[in-house]
């Protein structure tokens, strides 16, 4: 076949480095962006069997995230803009690891067992962030696309959410939106100014935002978007990438970690604050009063209030909808019990990753979810949307539950439902507080964070962790558990947990209790156990104060 002519032709202009062996883990690949030519030509040529066997447009983003500048990664986006289906990261982890020689026949066994027609059409997305070797490596997706004969669409500067929109807008033939940049911020900015233009308990000081782009893709994409916003918010952006260094000491994960503001942002005190990550796709919540104290909104926060937001406008419309929080073991445990015993809605928890949190979301009428970490989103199912359309359309309803069905579709249409989108969740909830007529200390004092910290351990192998119920619990070591519940014991309000990271070759602790003195000594007690049983490496893990 030509095709594998090609192939052949092209492998060798980006060739594997004999033994270099990588995972597609639950971000896709990432690593050195010196190690990654290769898999960027192979990633595109999957993308391009997939796109055969799903006889659909996929797309293929090219970032790594809040990774240092000289990391880069790539992620396969499947049709409906969700994370690539689990079953072809085996697929994309075999591709990505062998050697030159055996590549044909890595390629010929997937066609094979997929049952794959050559002779269908293809069609790829491909975007990238702002890494200086982004535009290399996005070329060697190109070449692995056209080495198998798709079509190819280059995106070029794209935030990771914008090309899962992009996908889904054109897999749905235009029905969840236009598949252009323009259709991307045309849509977002008109629900937004539907949403905040009879919010009469707004004052002006609600109108202005600080945007921390984490020197990356977000704060040129903000820029782009500030003219269709017609005044209606102005946004100052800090760290767009015009002096500082991508992700360094900036960026949602730097300021959720670190728990402060990020280097580069000048701000008074009250003054409402959000940060990006390097991709775009999480977003956290800041603000310092007026004794200096730095006040985080993390993904807890802001899903305390979107929840709380549409469950009250589901019941000014008199629409019987079933809400959820979908969290993971890192949500705070504060948030958890507002959530089940104040706002009464379902709170369910999976395993980390987007893809676990998504699943679970689908499962409702209306599924919010959100890692602490800031990435999350609304997903609506195709029978609630209908029946808030229904009402919106209603005629023989009263003028407040007319309202509230307006307001909700319009919610609906500011959101990116595809996967976590700080651009639509910083519309979404300036939004909010708009309608609300609440400050940023208002909606902080919905519920008290608990204090918390987390930490990491080198260990030789961090597979010997094995976790259970959505990794609350370790199953190994053997005593590992045992030690933790003890320890935990020992402080009030406590709780912690160990997993092995996913995207780095450590074992991550968290522990949070009713005081920060504790919260740390637990975290540190914890760590140490870590240590002893799971095979520490390096020096032992010291206190932090
Ligand atoms: C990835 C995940 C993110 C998760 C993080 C955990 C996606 C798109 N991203 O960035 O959801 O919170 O990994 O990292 O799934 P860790 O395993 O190193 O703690
Ligand atoms: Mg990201």
Not at 144 to 155: E, R, W
Request: a negative charge; charged letters at 25%.
């Amino acid at each position: 076949m030509a095709h594998f002519e090609e192939v052949l032709k092209q492998s060798n202009v980006h060739p594997k480095p004999a033994g270099l062996v990588l995972q597609y883990g639950t971000a896709g690949f990432r690593t050195n962006a010196k190690q990654l030519d290769h898999i960027m030509f192979r990633m595109g040529m999957l993308a391009t069997l997939r796109s055969k066997k799903t006889k659909a447009t996929i797309g293929v983003m090219v970032t790594a995230s809040h990774n240092p500048e000289e990391d880069n990664g790539v992620k396969l986006i499947d049709p409906m803009g969700e994370m690539l289906t689990p079953a072809w990261e085996d697929y994309a982890t075999q591709l990505a690891n062998v050697e030159q020689e055996e590549l044909l026949t890595s390629l010929k066994d997937i066609i094979e067992k997929e049952a794959i027609q050559m002779s269908q059409e293809a069609n790829v997305f491909v975007g990238k962030d702002t890494r200086s070797s982004s535009a290399r490596l996005s070329q060697a997706v190109v070449d692995g696309v056209i080495a198998l004969g798709s079509q190819l669409k280059d995106y070029g500067l794209v935030t990771t959410p914008q090309l899962h929109y992009m996908v889904c807008c054109q897999n749905t033939q235009g029905k969840y939106g236009e598949a252009t940049l323009k259709g991307y911020y045309s849509k977002l900015c008109q629900a937004f100014i539907h949403l905040t233009k009879n919010a009469s308990n707004r004052t002006d000081d609600q109108k202005h935002i600080y945007v921390d782009g984490a020197n990356g893709i977000g704060a040129l994409k903000m820029r782009e978007m500030e003219s269709h916003l017609k005044n209606d918010l102005r946004i100052s952006i800090f760290n767009d990438g015009s002096r500082g260094k991508l992700n360094h000491e900036c960026g949602a994960d730097f300021v959720k970690v670190q728990q402060k503001p990020p280097t580069g942002i000048k701000i008074n005190s009250g003054d409402r604050c959000c940060s990006f990550d390097g991709d775009a796709d999480r977003i956290v919540y800041y603000y310092t009063d007026s004794q200096g104290l730095f006040h985080l909104l993390d993904g807890d926060k802001i899903a305390s209030l979107i929840s709380s937001f549409l469950k009250e406008l589901t019941t000014q419309a008199g629409l019987d909808l079933v809400i959820a929080v979908v969290q993971t073991a890192y949500a705070n445990g504060s948030s958890t019990r507002y959530l089940e015993d104040t706002m009464k809605v379902i709170v369910r928890c999976t395993k980390t990753g987007v893809k676990h949190l998504h699943h679970a979301a689908q499962e409702f009428d209306i599924g919010v979810y959100f890692e602490a970490n800031g990435h999350g989103t609304v997903l609506f199912s195709k029978a609630a949307e209908e029946k808030i359309r229904q009402r919106a359309e209603d005629a023989n309803i009263n003028d407040e539950m007319k309202k509230a069905a307006l307001l909700l579709q319009s919610t609906i249409n500011v959101i990116n439902q595809t996967v976590g989108d700080a651009i639509a969740d910083m519309l979404l909830v300036e939004a909010i507080l708009a309608v609300r007529g609440m400050t940023v200390k208002q909606w902080d004092a919905i519920y008290s964070d608990l204090p918390n910290r987390q930490l990491k351990v080198k260990v030789s192998d961090r597979r010997v962790i094995d976790t259970t119920d959505a990794e609350r619990q370790a199953v190994s070591p053997a005593g590992l558990q045992e030690a933790i519940d003890s320890l935990v014991k020992k402080y009030r309000q406590a709780r912690s947990f160990v997993r092995p990271s996913g995207t780095e070759d450590v074992v991550r602790v968290y522990a949070e209790a009713d005081t920060q003195e504790s919260a740390d000594a637990l975290a540190h007690e914890v760590s140490l156990a870590v240590y002893r049983l799971a095979g520490g490496v390096g020096h032992e893990p010291k206190p932090l104060h």
